[in-house]
């Protein structure tokens, strides 16, 4: 879950509908507003990609309109947290509790090699590569939680250096 | 232009086009590979330079990825597909791949190594 003390000031709340065309227009915005928030502009590529890869799954598995993101900055944590969530089935739940839990249970190299090697057994293009690029290319935590009214939300947690937060954001 | 006739293929966000200079065939990508179905463009495409290269007996594709500044999980899967298709054919009749990448871009430092350590025989980063 993000943290929601007030002092928190650095954040970002957007729902849109799960349409694959807004994707790449989110992906920018997150770049362009990490890229004034973050000195390091590197690590504003890499958390725009964790949040693509976060929608795209999101869009992938979800079963009615409206993915929710949000963002934080927590430079006392010396963290970014990432939030999406989507309306899903408890079958597509499921799927994601197994494959979270293969990634989460090897190195993240290991994890992210592996996915690729079986994203070719997937028919489809569901072969999850995305959560375990996201948690080896950002260092990310991934985990998630399912609520009573169908709501699945993925949590990333990225850590940052407290050089990598710019002063000019703040 | 290349010598074999193969268009430039212009999808969504993104370009790709083969392109022969003086140290052989190049195959270019740039833009944003995002798309939700890399298996109707992207990949045939790249299916498609594998096959000519096999044709051919080409040794070496140069893959340039200085203006490439997105690449999807659907893309990645997508390269892995075609990279693939060389361990299903004879010794001899495989090239490598050298990918010129740009280390400026924050998802080509990280997943360009991963792709060269998960295909050794085949991917050489230049």
């Known amino acids: 879950m993000i943290p929601l003390e007030a002092e928190n000031r650095i954040f970002v709340d957007l729902k849109f509908g799960p349409k694959w ?36 799954n999101a869009i992938k598995y979800s079963d009615k309109e409206g993915i929710q ?26 799927n994601l509790k197994k494959i979270l839990a293969e990634i989460n249970s090897l190195p993240p190299l290991e994890a992210y090699m592996n996915r690729m090697k079986s994203s070719l057994d997937s028919m489809n293009n569901k072969s999850a590569i995305g959560l375990a690029r996201v948690r080896y290319e950002s260092n990310a935590e991934i985990n998630h939680t399912f609520n009573d009214e169908g709501f699945v939300n993925v949590h990333a947690a990225i850590p940052i250096d407290n050089e990598e937060v710019s002063h000019e954001s703040i | 232009m290349n010598p074999f006739n193969i268009e430039p293929l212009t999808f969504e966000n993104a370009r790709a086009s083969l392109e022969k200079d003086i140290d052989g065939l190049c195959l270019v990508l740039s833009g944003d590979i995002d798309m939700r179905d890399t298996s109707l463009g992207f990949l045939p495409y ?49 090239y490598k791949v050298h990918i010129a990448a740009n280390t400026g871009i924050a998802w080509q430092e990280s997943t360009i190594p991963v792709l060269q350590k998960l295909f050794p025989e085949f991917i050489i980063i230049d």
């Open chain 1, 69 to 94: 993101i949000k963002f934080q900055i927590m430079s006392n944590e010396k963290k970014i947290y990432v939030n999406v969530s989507n309306h899903a089935t408890v079958e597509e739940e499921n």
């Open chain 2, 46 to 94: 790249l299916l498609k330079i594998h096959d000519v290269l096999i044709q051919n007996n080409i040794k070496e594709l140069k893959v340039n990825l200085s203006d490439l500044t997105f690449m999807n999980s659907n893309g990645i899967k997508s390269l892995i597909n075609w990279i693939m298709k060389l361990t299903e054919i004879p010794e001899a009749a495989r």
């Open chain 1, 21 to 56: 065309t807004y994707i790449s227009t989110v992906r920018t915005f997150v770049e362009n507003f990490m890229a004034i928030s973050l000195a390091n502009k590197k690590k504003a590529g890499i958390i725009a990609m964790s949040v693509n890869e976060l929608i795209e």
